[in-house]
Structure formats: structure tokens, C-alpha cells
């Protein structure tokens, strides 16, 4: 009896202390979920939600510069409708599927329990690029032209669009507009444009048809003229546009839109060996000196024939000793070729009293022979005077700037 009596002690006291235990956890569980639960209640609280609001309008208020849009984390996510709250502010709210969305700003800020601002949004960045090609004239402008060009490989045609004019310059108040389109090297026909009466803004949506082969597109160049007409039915050029397409990509799927700004026709007769343009610039920061080699015009070819190829070699020299050269792309058979080529010489600054530049016009027929048509030199008052003198002169005193001149060439002795 007493080993039982000790047994059944033993027995009770094990039960009594996994009771114990299983109380002590119960009330710790508890004691843990109330202190979650009342911090939790502590954040939905209406003066922090309040704060946070008005956090946000500070923020808002404070960025008003970049009128920034504060992105707001909702804190639920399904089965939710946007509600507006203020100007740019947009939360999530949990809603019945069934009820219709109030709409307007609401006086709880219930909503917001739980959501936080994670960063803001700037609406500058999503915004499309401006088109200033109708907005940004430089002084001296005498007015802009925009065309397309496209070209069918199949039928082997160049479709030229003539779109509009815009600032044009008459000699008059009135201006009464058009234009013509040459595909050079031939310069003996051309497609005119309709007559537009009285506008400096002329919108003419017309489509234009060449006829050139695939092998011949890129050593043509597109040559708009665009003219006023008088009271008197006088032709008065307003100027024009030159634009070359060996440099283009064309295909049947990629039409072109370009602008171009009108420049001012040489009107004076070409010299003896005829006249070349080029643009220089000089970047001291890079030691860069860079050559634009534009177009020459009036060149006396040795022979009538589309076998002859015209072609610019430009060289730079120092002290009258060669340093380098550089040649453009020949063109066949004109007397007035389009290059726009642009080539770069390195040239410290303290080099430029002594350096010159060479632009010698040659020829050559299949027989590779080669004929110099003209050249000209450009540089210091070490070897140059006039007109080559003052365009080196201007490109010194106007660093990073393209100086664009014409020149007469000179036979070369």
C-alpha cells in the first residue's frame, strides 16, 4: 500500500507540473499576441494616419518645382478600386464587388493604414520630346523646307515628297511661293511644284517621281530651289537646299522626313578653274582641326564623258612639310559634284601659325590618269592673304564653329 500510495504521488506531481506547463505557455501565447495586436492597433491610429497624410502633403507641397507625384504602396491588393483623396493623390481600397465606387475626396484616411510612400514619380520624364524644328529658327534664317524621300527598289524610282516652307524671306510683304527639284548631276531638267499665293508658310503635300537606277542613287544629290514670283511674274530665288544620298538608307520600308535650312545661292559667275566650298572649325580643347568638304561648282573638265570621276584631297601641311592627306568619294561626270564629306586632322594650338590646309580638285578618267583642275590654300599670314587668310582667321576666333566659305581655285603651277 505504500509503494502504490508512492506511486500515485509520484504520478500527480508529473501531471501537476505538465498542467502548470501547458498553463504557463497558454498565457505566454496570449501575453504575446496582446502586445502585437496593441502595437498593431497603435499604427491605425486616426492622428498617425492623419500624420502620414499630411507627410505627404508636405513632401508634395515642398517639390513643387518638379511637381512630383507621391506613389503610394496600398496595403491590400485585391478586389480594390482606385478612389481619388486629393490633386494627384490616388490610394487603393478594399470595396465590396457589388457596391458602386464613391467617388470624390472622403473625410477617413482608413485607408491608409499601412500604406507608405516608397518614392515619388516625376511627370517631366514621360513626356514626348518637343519638335522644334518649327519653333527654333537661328538669326539669320531665311526660311526652312521639310521633304521625304523613299526609294523602290523594285521599279528602281526615287519618291521625293515636297511637304512644306516655313519663315520664308521675300523681297517683298507678300510672298507667293514654289519650288523646283533637281536630281543632280543633271541640272538641264527638273519637277516644279504648285504656285502658293500669298503665304511665307506654304504647305504643299506634293510627290515627285525620279527615275535612277539602284547603281547610280548614291552618287545623285537632290537639289531644291525654291523661288517667289512677283507682281510682275518675276522669279526671284529665296534659296535652296542641297542634300546628297550616298550617305541615306534607303529602302522600300523606310521613308525619310527631313528639314533643311534654305541657304543663299552664289550668284556670282564661278571663277576661271571654278570655286569650291568647305567649313573648318578648330576645337582647342581636343587639338582637333576639322575640314567639311561641301561642294565645288563651274570645274573645267578635261573631257565630256560620265567616266570622268572628280574627287577632293585634302592635306594638311606644316612649314610647308607634309603631314597627311585625305580624299572625298569621287564623283562621276559633273562639272559642279556634292561631297559633304568631313575629315579631322590632330593640330596642337600652338601649331596653327605654322600649319595650312591644301584642297586640290582632281579628275580621273578609266585610263587612271589624273588631272589637277585647281587647288587652294588656307591658313596663316605665313601663306596665305584675302579671303583665305580672313575664313582661317574666322575659324580661330570662333572655336568649336563651323566657318563655311566659298573659294576660287587656282591652277596649280
Known sequence: EQAVAVAGGIIGGILLFVLIGITAYLLWKKFCWFHSYEKLTGAVKMTNANAVFQDQSEIQLKSTRSRSVPFIIPPTLHEQDWINLMNEEHVQEDSDPYMIPQSGPRSSFHSLAGAYVVGTINPELYKFPEDKSETDFPEGNIGRLWFSIEYEQESERLLVSLIKARKLQPPADSCSPFVKIYLLPDERSYLQSKLKSKTLNPQFDENFVFQVSSKMLFQRTLKFLVYHV???????????????????TLTDDNKLIIWRDLEKENLEPPSEYGDIQFSLSYNDYLGRLTVVVLRARGLKLQEESHAISVYVKVSLMNHNKFIKSKKT???????NPVYNETFSFKADQTELDTASLSLSVLQSTKGEKTHVLGHVVVGPFMYTRGKELEHWNEMISKPKELVKRWHALRHST
Open 230 to 248: 512677283d507682281k510682275q511674274k518675276k522669279h526671284h530665288l529665296l534659296g535652296q537646299v542641297i542634300f546628297p544620298l550616298k550617305n541615306e
Open 329 to 335: 568619294a569621287a564623283v562621276l561626270g559633273s562639272p
